[in-house]
């Protein structure tokens, strides 16, 4: 028994329900009656026509006056997991008025979706209406789904001339697997995404036909696919329209489609997504032209609308830790065709406050501003088509805190500016890009509240850097598939500066889906510094050694000298973006700050107390996190995570045995700018070091709410 369902069908009938027109008219005559059946006697007073103003307003929701309403709609025997989508293609609902008719034709309607998902002996054996309250009824279905059409056979025909490794590929995009239910959307998607995959390996013009033959006896399904592939194709002449005022030149090279390439509709949609990042353009179309099937060299036609090409930017920032809240106005404006040449120009100011210490007992909160402000450039086809220069300056001003602060602590600040130059490229249809670039970073220390300690000083750092990203994601803001790597390499201090060392920062993120809303992610990182230690002979842009010396062993002012120049170029780990069940660098190597140390308290004695101690950073780190995402609606969705993570002292020293490790959940708010997040994570006992109730001196003592090890975090996108 072959199917014949067409691909987009949910349920059978749906054209049954009352248009919107139909509903308004049939509650605008009821109000009007009421209104007429009022003893009104030829004169409308000001409260009737309020009173019929609402109504009318309500006229587009409310249903007909004296009919029943359905209060509640209870599904029972539902096995699909899917009951949501069932009741978003029925006609009853909470609320919407009660007709036998069509509830009678919604039990069809169920038995359709159930059919379509294999069950072909599904039964509505039982649809109770049950009174309740005046003028309200509920509705109860009860499904027996009976046993499913399992798939006993995948055939692919036509593919007996193609290599096995492409045959390999289109086999992966099937997700109708042996023994699974047979579900007709997805027969219907995967012949889609064969022809996508095929498309994706050259063969432009391929179509493929499905079919599912049944068996009611034996409840077996053979799946039969037949692919014509036509012949393997390449990128033919590009065509761009509707281009006036902007550089062709540039578009060309945001495109990265030359003639003769292999025809991948991948690359077509990378393309138009590459050129859409200009942001001059309302609209991009880049389509293959289908006109000769026999043709192997395929043009492609490239349509662009353009737009406008300032813009102003105004926002609100706001982060929320354990001990600290900051709360800031964005501003900036940006010009993106600069001069011409789809040159880009922006500027970009947050001034701020934050408020610290707001959890620490006994200690008054201050109120410490900041600032963060950006000019940057960017110059496309800087040296070909395809590579972009830029340039960016940033001044900022921020205080250093904690998560433990006590009375008497100092609160240090700096006056930070960064600059950077270089060019970056993508290279073929991969997603592998590259960015070279030149930086400078100047830090210069000042005092929100205390004395300036001995050796506290500016630092400036010098340092190429080198970073390769591969993204094979399917989205780059909220992905639901794919991996992404990313390798960043820093020289620091050859020729000048204050440090010296080199700095690796490898880290991989993969997505997977598990079904309609559901998305699980991984990610993993290490971190990587070679200082040039200082040993017993100092020199210029030396640093590390305050990590394995005692602060009572060596002069103040170096050990101050060399935590500082740490503090810029260590690793630390916990927050939002880390491991949540801490505060922010909270995980890792703790001990004597000296620059930070209380004016209270003595903290040069051989053993301090914990009032002493802060993160110092490490030369050595490694995070993990894994996250299940379940998208609720367009707007909201929940998380639930594992995050593990350590900082060690050494180069190249890595422990299993302190995990750190957190688990919790998370809200999540979408909005144009992004998903506001809320992640509550908490610390899992005798997970930080394996096998101990507490971590040991030197490790610090995580900040905990209410007394118990957990963080709380607020901040703007996705933890990865």
């Not at 069932?86 to 169920?110: E, M, Q, V």
């Not at 600290?324 to 500027?347: H, I, K, M, P, Q």
Request: proline residues 7%.
């Amino acid at each position: 028994m072959p199917l014949s369902t067409p691909p987009n069908a949910r349920f059978a009938e749906l054209d049954t329900r009352i248009s919107p027109s139909q509903a308004r008219a049939r509650c605008l005559k009821g109000t009007l009656t009421a209104l007429l059946a009022s003893r009104l006697r030829g004169r409308i007073s000001a409260l009737a026509l309020g009173f019929s103003s609402v109504s009318l307003l309500a006229c587009g929701h409310a249903p007909p006056p004296g009919d029943l309403i359905v209060s509640a709609v209870d599904i029972h025997g539902d096995t699909t997991g899917e009951e949501s989508e069932l009741r978003r293609g029925i006609a009853t609902h909470p609320d919407g008025s009660y007709d036998p008719h069509t509830l009678a034709k919604d039990l069809t309607r169920i038995q359709r979706f159930y059919k379509a998902r294999g069950y072909y002996d599904a039964n509505t054996r039982a649809a109770r209406v049950l009174s309740g309250k005046k003028d309200r009824v509920s509705v109860e279905i009860v499904v027996e789904p009976g046993e499913p059409v399992r798939v006993a056979r995948i055939d692919l025909r036509g593919l007996d001339a193609l290599p096995q490794k492409v045959v390999e590929n289109v086999r992966k995009a099937l997700k109708l697997k042996l023994g699974a239910p047979l579900d007709e959307r997805l027969l219907h998607e995967d012949a889609r995404s064969l022809e996508t995959a095929l498309a994706n390996s050259g063969f432009a013009f391929v179509r493929v036909a499905e079919q599912a033959k049944v068996s009611l006896a034996s409840k077996a399904a053979t799946l039969e696919y037949r692919v014509t592939t036509g012949p393997e194709a390449v990128i033919g002449e590009i065509q761009i329209e509707g281009l006036k005022t902007f550089d062709r030149r540039v578009v060309y090279g945001k495109l990265m489609l030359d003639p003769g390439m292999r025809f991948s509709r991948r690359a077509l949609d990378r393309a138009r997504r590459r050129v859409s990042e200009l942001g001059v353009f309302s609209n991009v179309e880049v389509t293959p032209v289908l006109d000769n099937p026999g043709e192997p060299r395929v043009p492609i036609r490239v349509v662009v609308s353009e737009g406008g090409t300032h813009a102003v930017h105004v926002g609100a920032a706001l982060e929320q830790d354990t001990n600290r809240t900051r709360v800031g106005v964005r501003a900036g404006w940006e010009s993106r065709n600069f001069l011409g040449g789809l040159r880009r120009l922006s500027f970009d100011v947050t001034p701020g406050v934050t408020f610290y210490p707001i959890s620490t007992p006994g200690a008054a909160v201050r109120v410490l501003p900041e600032l963060e402000s950006a000019l940057g450039f960017e110059q496309p086809a800087i040296l070909d088509p395809r590579t972009t220069g830029y340039a960016r300056s940033e001044f900022n001003v921020y205080p250093v805190l904690y998560s433990d602060y006590t009375p008497g602590d100092n609160i240090i600040g700096f006056r930070e500016l960064k600059d950077v130059v270089g060019a970056e490229r993508p290279f073929g249809q991969s997603g592998l890009r590259a960015r070279l670039s030149y930086n400078l970073e100047a830090r210069y220390p000042f005092m929100y509240l205390g004395d300036k300690p001995a050796g506290l000083d500016t630092v400036v750092v010098l340092y190429p850097e080198l970073v390769a990203d591969l993204d094979l994601r399917d989205d780059a803001i909220e992905p639901r598939s794919g991996a992404y790597f990313q390798m960043a390499t820093q020289v620091a201090g050859t020729l000048l500066g204050d440090a010296k060392d080199i700095r690796l920062r490898p880290e991989a993120r993969l997505y997977g889906k598990l079904g309609a809303n559901w998305t699980l992610g991984w990610r993993g990182g290490l971190g990587l510094l070679f200082p040039d230690r200082c040993k017993d002979s100092p020199s210029r842009g030396c640093y590390g050694d305050s990590l394995t010396k005692s602060a009572s062993s060596v002069d103040q002012s170096a050990l101050t000298r060399d935590q500082q120049i740490l503090l810029f170029r260590g690793f630390y780990s916990g927050g939002a973006s880390s491991n949540r069940g801490y505060a922010l660098n909270e995980v890792g190597p703790h001990g004597v700050l000296g620059f930070l140390a209380p004016s209270n308290i003595n903290c040069t004695v051989a053993n301090p107390p914990p009032e002493c101690e802060r993160p110092l950073g490490g030369l050595t780190l490694w995070e993990l996190s894994l996250e299940l995402r379940l998208t609720l609606s367009k707007l909201a969705g929940v998380v639930f995570f594992v995050d593990a993570s350590d900082v060690t002292r050494e180069a190249a020293s890595f422990r299993v045995n302190y995990p750190h490790l957190s688990t919790g959940s998370g809200f999540r708010l979408r909005t144009p700018v992004g998903a506001v997040r809320f992640d509550l994570g908490m610390r899992v006992p005798y997970m930080q070091k394996v096998g101990e109730p507490h971590l040991p001196a030197g490790e610090g003592e995580p900040s905990t709410i209410l007394g118990m090890p957990i963080a709380l975090h607020f901040g703007l996108g996705e933890a990865f």
